[in-house]
């Protein structure tokens, strides 16, 4: 069974431009998860989906960073513009519906802004 | 708010040793707890996932175990090997579907 796919793996973009991941989650996984992993540290969540809705997006910074499901299956975050601070892994994960349930991780996307 | 803390950042063994990593949280309203192997370059492998109504979980060589009023949870490695050297992380789900995650434990295996 395919795991949790995301692309690209490596982006490397100058300051001020736009950039976008893909995340695939495993097939039947209903929620969707973006992470943001600095340098050393532990992942951070930006935001959650269950189907095609973030039900939870309090860290993610609405003023430049934006995510979509739009059929409640694949999604794409979105960062426009980037800052060099931006300069992280962005991880995806998936899991079943409901509490207690195991959270299965993509590769990631390393961003480098320039 | 929930804080969780690995100690120690980093670890160096030479191959055969058995050894513990410590994960301490401050918040013992938990729904679970799970370890995670990170290699370089690549996202997070579940190892073990423990509910907050167990006491500890096994998987080969590996055994994560759990004390919720003390705020701690061990992971044990036995007979460690070169392959294990990775980040190994620990997250706790307070109650909510999101993780916390502590900082990791830099794990290298001597061969």
């Known amino acids: 069974e395919a795991g949790v796919v995301q692309s690209p793996r490596y982006k490397i973009i100058e300051k001020k431009q736009p950039v976008a991941f893909w995340c695939n989650p495993i097939?039947?996984?209903?929620?969707l998860y973006w992470y943001l992993q600095n340098l050393g540290q532990g992942p951070e969540l930006l935001i959650r989906?269950?189907?095609?809705?973030?039900?939870?997006d309090s860290q993610l910074p609405k003023d430049r960073f934006s995510a979509e499901r739009l059929k409640g299956v694949d999604s794409t975050l979105k960062i426009q513009p980037a800052e060099l601070g931006d300069s992280a892994v962005y991880l995806c994960a998936s899991s079943l519906a409901g509490e207690g349930t195991e959270q299965f991780f993509g590769p990631g996307t390393r961003l480098t802004v320039l | 708010k929930q804080e969780v803390t690995q100690i120690p950042a980093a670890l160096s063994v030479p191959e055969g040793e058995n050894l513990v990593l410590n994960c301490s949280f401050t918040?013992?309203?938990?729904?679970?707890l799970q370890w995670f192997r990170q290699d370089p370059g690549k996202g997070l492998t579940s190892l073990l996932l423990?509910?907050?109504?167990?006491r500890e979980q096994t998987s080969g060589r590996l055994n994560a175990s759990l004390d919720k009023s003390s705020g701690r949870s061990t992971l044990y490695i036995a007979a460690s090997q070169p392959g294990d050297s990775a980040t190994y992380l620990c997250?706790?789900?307070?109650?909510?579907?999101?993780?916390?995650f502590g900082t990791g434990t830099r794990l290298k295996v001597l061969a």
């Open positions: 918040d013992s309203a938990i729904y679970n």
């Open positions: 423990i509910q907050s109504s167990q």
């Open positions: 989906y269950e189907n095609e809705e973030a039900v939870d």
């Open positions: 097939s039947g996984h209903n929620t």
């Open positions: 997250a706790v789900r307070p109650g909510t579907y999101k993780y916390i």
